[in-house]
């Protein structure tokens, strides 16, 4: 999978760019990118601040923080009734 060029944070500046009256066009050509990338970008991030994208970011770190918690349970639940159901 190919690196990140741009962090999401001049994503999100970019938006702003274009929302205040430039043209995507000469965006894309700034930067380098296609011009669906812009509109992949809004679909993304379209209307949000830099905050809101950090809290975004902190808040699906920890997500996955508590889903793999919840998954390393399971497996221990499955092991243990796996060995409970052995007859001695």
Request: charged share 40%.
């Given at each position: 999978?190919?690196?990140?060029?741009?962090?999401?944070?001049?994503?999100?500046?970019?938006?702003?760019?274009?929302?205040?009256?430039?043209?995507?066009?000469?965006?894309?050509?700034e930067l380098g990118i296609h011009q669906?990338?812009?509109y992949n970008w809004k679909s993304k991030?379209?209307?949000?601040?830099?905050?809101?994208?950090?809290?975004?970011?902190?808040?699906?770190?920890?997500?996955?923080?508590?889903?793999?918690?919840?998954?390393?349970?399971a497996l221990d639940i499955v092991m243990?009734?796996?060995?409970?159901?052995?007859?001695?």
């Amino acid at each position: 999978m190919k690196k990140k060029r741009i962090s999401e944070d001049q994503i999100v500046k970019t938006l702003k760019r274009i929302e205040n009256g430039e043209s995507p066009k000469d965006v894309c050509r700034e930067l380098g990118i296609h011009q669906q990338t812009i509109y992949n970008w809004k679909s993304k991030y379209g209307g949000m601040e830099v905050s809101e994208l950090a809290e975004l970011k902190r808040l699906q770190d920890e997500n996955t923080k508590l889903k793999r918690l919840v998954a390393d349970q399971a497996l221990d639940i499955v092991m243990l009734k796996d060995i409970n159901s052995r007859k001695w």
